[in-house]
């Protein structure tokens, strides 16, 4: 009888096992009518210890990631292979083949997790290929509950008492899942409701591997592909989702923010339950609401989508000019609307999820303001300095683009995007631009640059969704790059006349500012005007033309 060590007994299981689960596969798809073999089924086996099922589990995703990814790679490589880089057939072959790329949302949806957790990452970057943003995004709404005993253990586990000791009731089903917790409403014995947050269990061995995997794959495509270069999203992916394994962090990033919007009437945010919170497990005040992109909810309750989506933008606008502490995830999950109000609005946004959070360095915070100054007023000069500053170089001409839909010397107004003329010179430019410019640009950009980009997209959506045109999102930014600006003051220790002073400024300034675009608004205006009375004036000529030339021919003609 053979004897094999412990590390080796585990490699064979682990040979074993998967390569059989891989055989299986292959016939399924082979022959269709034989029974197909569940990964699932695998792993709940009792055939296997703890342990092992768990390496199972890590090398059938691992494997079906290199798969998924090792298919896309030879997809490019043979579909654009010999085709001219900058013909209209190239062009054409490459979107069918990112089209093609539903593989990385069927490797999601079988892998989930933290691999469901990337694809709405990069779902929410407006850098990547629209085919992309458009396949992925159904990964946002999807979730699968987890086995309640498993949840009560991580509950008992980390509160260290029984359930029936703590709650006076706790609904087992779950209120909302997402890729790495659910949540559930309970009672406590005093009848105060809440919303506990529970983590699944054995996520943070699972992410480590997880989040080596993506960096082996992007590394991997990079050596492919030299111009397609995702590290810095999988490297900034794998920052944000190690502190949301933290929800002692979370807890405080909820804190932290209640305190920064503590006189704004709109803005509500869970209290935090400490005695009941740990890095697994959060606690928090429960609070009713829809999403807010919920449409028949707001009509249905006499809400102003514009106004949300307006109110929505100021509170955003305040984190990141303002504050410099972003919620890195506005996704509607996120963001509740409440006819429950304070003030006049008639609602609040009630904030969720904080695990997600970045603090912007103070000198960027400040350039960041200085950047959407100079975008919205086209300031080409400041926004070549800034670009600099921000290390991007000669890309700084496309921020005026990225962030307002103008290019850095369009004529049009604020919002109205770009006349057809702008729209064919820009095509033209962009023709010569490759992948290699994009991932050199995405590179160059700070940290927090890529937050708020992530954390804009997300916005521009929920916008759109809730018909709110560009204008309202632009001038909401200006004005808080404005009010960001000036020194902090402190409000309990500052000299009152000071602070007074400073607001008064401020306000003018953005005063100024305002009149300025609404000048150039009204310029725009009487040029468009200028522009349609001039073919009008064209096309009376012309009929007035062709109206003579009708009577002078319906004259009988007189012979001498």
Not at 128 to 143: F, G, K, R
Not at 336 to 354: K, M, N, T
Not at 401 to 407: Q, S
Not at 408 to 422: P, Q, R, T, V, Y
Request: glycine share 4%.
């Amino acid at each position: 009888m053979l004897k094999f060590p412990a590390k080796a007994k585990t490699s064979f299981y682990l040979i074993t096992a998967t390569t059989g689960f891989a055989a299986a596969c292959n016939f399924h798809s082979l022959n269709p009518n034989f029974p197909a073999v569940s990964d699932d089924s695998l792993l709940l086996s009792s055939t296997f210890p703890e342990k092992i099922r768990t390496g199972i589990n890590a090398v059938l995703r691992s494997s079906r990631a290199v798969t998924t990814i090792a298919l896309n790679v030879v997809d490019y490589k043979y579909s654009l292979h010999g085709l001219p880089l900058k013909s209209e057939e190239y062009r054409h072959t490459l979107s069918e083949v990112h089209v093609r790329s539903k593989r990385i949302l069927k490797l999601c949806e079988a892998n989930k997790g933290f691999y469901v957790k990337a694809g709405q990452f990069v779902a929410a970057l407006r850098q990547v290929p629209n085919e992309y943003i458009s396949i992925l995004s159904s990964l946002q709404d999807q979730a699968v509950p987890c086995n309640f005993k498993d949840i009560k253990e991580v509950l008992i586990g980390n509160l260290g008492r029984d359930l029936s000791e703590i709650f006076l009731s706790f609904d087992e089903e779950p209120i909302a899942a997402a890729s790495i917790a659910q949540v559930h409403r309970a009672l406590l014995k005093d009848g105060r409701e809440v919303a506990i947050k529970v983590q699944y269990p054995g996520l943070e061995y699972q992410m480590k591997l997880d989040t080596a995997t993506m960096s082996f794959l992007s590394k991997s495509v990079a050596w492919f592909f030299p111009a397609y270069r995702f590290e810095w999203a999988v490297s900034e992916f794998a920052a944000a989702i190690t502190l949301e394994l933290d929800f002692i962090q979370e807890a405080r990033n909820s804190e932290r923010t209640a305190h920064n919007f503590k006189n704004n009437k709109i803005v509500r945010v869970p209290h935090v339950f400490w005695e009941l919170t740990t890095r697994q497990v959060l606690t928090m005040q429960f609070c009713t609401g829809h999403k807010v992109d919920d449409l028949e909810f707001l009509k249905k309750s006499g809400i102003n989508p514009r106004k949300v989506a307006k109110a929505l933008v100021e509170v955003f606008a305040e984190m990141i000019f303002i504050h410099g502490f972003l919620h890195g995830d506005p996704h509607p999950g996120n963001i509740l609307v409440s006819p429950e109000a304070e003030g006049r609005s008639g609602f609040s946004l009630v904030l969720l999820d904080h695990g997600i959070y970045k603090q912007l360095d103070e000198t960027f915070r400040l350039d960041y303001c200085q950047l959407w100054k100079a975008v919205i007023l086209l300031d080409s000069n400041k926004i070549q300095y800034l670009g600099d500053q921000f290390g991007v170089g000669k890309y700084s001409r496309y921020f005026p683009l990225i962030f307002t839909g103008r290019t850095i010397d369009s004529k049009s107004a604020l919002g109205k995007g770009m006349s057809n003329e702008e729209k064919k010179k820009l095509k033209q430019e962009l023709k010569f631009l490759k992948m290699e410019d994009i991932s050199s640009f995405m590179e160059s950009l700070p940290p927090d640059f890529v937050t708020i980009l992530r954390a804009d997209g997300l916005l521009r959506s929920l916008c759109s969704k809730l018909s709110a045109p560009q204008r309202v999102r632009l001038l909401v930014y200006g004005k808080y790059a404005l009010y960001g600006l000036p020194p902090k003051l402190n409000p309990e220790s500052d000299f009152m006349g000071m602070i007074m002073f400073s607001k008064f400024m401020t306000n003018l300034s953005y005063l100024q500012f305002w009149l300025h675009l609404e000048a150039l608004e009204v310029l725009s205006w009487m040029e468009e005007t200028q522009q349609l009375f001039n073919k009008m004036l064209r096309q009376f000529v012309v009929a007035a033309d062709r109206f003579l030339v009708r009577i002078c021919l319906s004259f009988p003609t007189i012979n001498p």
